[in-house]
């Protein structure tokens, strides 16, 4: 039973991990689609195209205002020039579109301006991105597609290694919403030469950074106590972020009917100086900032920096960046400062990145060995591949230089194949040897525990099995805690401890009651329990909990991996098995049982007398 259950989550877990994956990747898609939008495709030119200008909303209602052009770019050689202005009642739908968006590299585009009393028509051919100042236009763009990478693949790490856990699939998809917004919610916008398809994958990043907001803030209810301060919080997060969805419609309805003023609800290229649009994308991101920070205030103290560390920094640069754009963007009135402080404030955003992955990496989420591990055997076994092939192609070009074509490419094939058939047989090889050379102690401390387990089936005290017990826990774990709780009737006290205070748990405590119902190893922290610990093991003797195993943080802030898990769940066991072995052969028990077979042997003896 307890097997078929095991497997059943072990299904239900590879169940909610692939389609995690698969979002993923379809981010990931997002983000290569925007790099080749960026800098083009297998020698196709970018569609993603540069005014090579700043523009503003003025005081006038419906009036864009042009700062001075950048020399010798798109917007100079169409002659336009600083202090022109325009009015978006006089230019069709599809220019509206491409000033709020980005314009189709290469492809001309009709203005219609005034200067001073003039009217004058002008026609914008966009420059591309490898098109003059080709440096500040790479750190605009590349740091916004880094930022993206860097959500995607942290998200990734997560899916593969923590998918069972319900905070963790929220956390990846907040980190797949955040991945779009490189800058102002348009981070991985991509321009097509459809106008209205432009327009939608413009918003679609802003949606995305909305929803990441909602997400958080579901994250956070799941931390700490719930008050009734904490639920009015939550509702004016909720609130603030519906006007900012609420604002986007508007915007749109505006752009597209002229019926409401665009440039007063900006978005995109229009969002400039602090106006309504950063006023409340700022009141968004700060209603979400206090209701998550007071999450993290009632959180247990021993929770309370890993929940700071998980929650607070994005907060934090959904704050920063609409406030910096907002303020600093009233003194770049020229279009290289403009650049600039896309790549200030695309920078806020990858800042919060970090900073998750930080605490993902480092503070409980996962296992930075074994991302190591795995990562040191992929690129080692990739090295031999490709060093294969260039040994090869070395040979037949300097020792063996006469052979035909047709040899080389049978050579290359023969080569392929045999890689092929022994890849997995060389993976294994370079996993031992990465294992064996980096990561030799954790081996010895899995194996001594695992020795161990086999071991206390012949200690005849339990006294002195239990001292040992915990003493292989303190020399071969980096756990800064740990405790042995025993079965005492009803309630489980600790015997054993070190790093600890002694603690008693009744029977019907959550993480007793799954420890029984499932028979494996759970982190204490995803249940409402009096234990304190990251790591509770079952010790388990012919289907009864007879105690656990409790271990604390580890040292460096890590996960415990599996095979680390895998371990001291087999040293919990053998413990369990070798403490129930010695209570049913006490000697009280052995003269029960020997009183018992002679009271039987007598009734045998009186019961075969002839009467």
Request: aromatic share 8%.
């Amino acid at each position: 039973m307890a097997a078929a259950a095991t497997t059943l989550v072990k299904q239900r877990e590879t169940s909610r991990k692939w389609p995690l994956v698969v979002l993923c990747a379809l981010f990931a898609a997002w983000a290569v689609a925007a790099l080749a939008n960026y800098v083009g495709f297998a020698g196709n030119p970018p569609w993603w195209g540069w005014w090579d200008v700043d523009y503003f909303p003025s005081a006038q209602p419906y009036v864009v205002k042009f700062d001075p052009p950048q020399p010798g770019g798109a917007a100079a050689r169409a002659g336009i020039r600083g202090g022109d202005w325009l009015d978006l009642r006089e230019q069709s739908l599809s220019v509206r579109v491409r000033l709020y968006a980005q314009p189709v590299a290469a492809t001309p585009i009709a203005l219609v301006l005034h200067r001073g009393t003039q009217r004058l028509t002008v026609r914008v051919i966009a420059s591309s991105s490898a098109q003059g100042n080709v440096a500040l236009k790479a750190w605009s763009l590349g740091l916004g597609i880094l930022s993206s990478a860097w959500f995607i693949g942290c998200a990734l790490l997560i899916a593969l290694r923590r998918a069972g856990l319900s905070e963790a699939r929220l956390l990846i998809l907040i980190l797949l919403c955040c991945s779009p917004v490189g800058f102002a919610g348009l981070g991985l916008g991509l321009v097509t030469p459809g106008f209205a398809i432009s327009a939608l994958l413009f918003v679609l990043p802003q949606i995305c950074a909305l929803v990441a907001m909602v997400l958080l803030v579901a994250l956070s209810a799941r931390f700490g106590s719930r008050t009734g301060l904490r639920k009015v919080l939550e509702g004016v997060a909720y609130s603030a972020i519906a006007l900012n969805i609420l604002r986007i419609g508007v915007f749109f309805d505006g752009l597209v009917t002229l019926r409401v003023d665009p440039l007063k609800i900006g978005s995109g290229n229009f969002a400039t100086g602090m106006g309504i649009t950063a006023g409340l994308e700022a009141l968004a991101a700060a209603a979400v900032m206090i209701a998550v920070a007071v999450a993290v205030q009632s959180t247990p103290r021993p929770e309370r920096a890993r929940a700071a560390w998980l929650l607070l920094p994005l907060p934090i640069s959904w704050v920063a960046m609409p406030v910096a754009y907002g303020f600093l963007s009233n003194f770049a009135h020229t279009w290289a400062s403009f650049q600039a402080l896309v790549v200030l404030t695309t920078a806020f955003s990858l800042a919060g990145g970090f900073a998750v992955t930080y605490a993902v990496l480092k503070r409980r989420v996962l296992d930075l060995e074994f991302v190591l591990s795995r990562t040191i055997v992929v690129a080692t076994v990739s090295f031999i591949v490709v060093a294969s092939f260039v040994l090869l192609e070395w040979l037949l070009g300097t020792v063996v230089s006469d052979v035909s074509h047709t040899t080389g490419v049978i050579a290359n094939a023969g080569l392929a194949l045999a890689l092929g058939l022994s890849l997995r047989y060389v993976h294994k090889r370079v996993d031992t040897f990465v294992d064996s050379a980096f990561f030799r102690k954790r081996h010895d401390d899995e194996r001594a525990l695992r020795e161990f387990a086999q071991e206390a089936a012949f200690m005849t005290q339990a006294d002195a099995l239990l001292d040992r017990a915990i003493a292989k826990i303190q020399v071969h774990t980096d756990a800064r805690s740990a405790a042995v709780l025993l079965d005492g009737g009803g309630n489980y006290e600790t015997v054993r401890a070190f790093g600890t205070a002694q603690t008693i748990v009744n029977e019907n405590d959550e993480v007793i009651v799954s420890l029984k119902t499932w028979r494996r190893p759970l982190d204490p922290h995803h249940h409402a329990t009096a234990l304190s610990g990251a790591l509770a093991l079952p010790m388990l003797a012919r289907g009864r909990l007879c105690g656990i195993i409790l271990l604390g943080e580890r040292a460096g802030g890590e996960a415990y991996a599996p095979d680390e898990v895998d371990a001291l769940a087999q040293f919990a066991h053998g413990i369990g098995l070798a403490l129930d072995s010695m209570s049913s052969n006490t000697p009280n028990d052995r003269i029960t049982k020997t009183l018992e077979y002679m009271l039987e042997e007598l009734r045998a003896i009186r019961r075969a007398e002839p009467e």
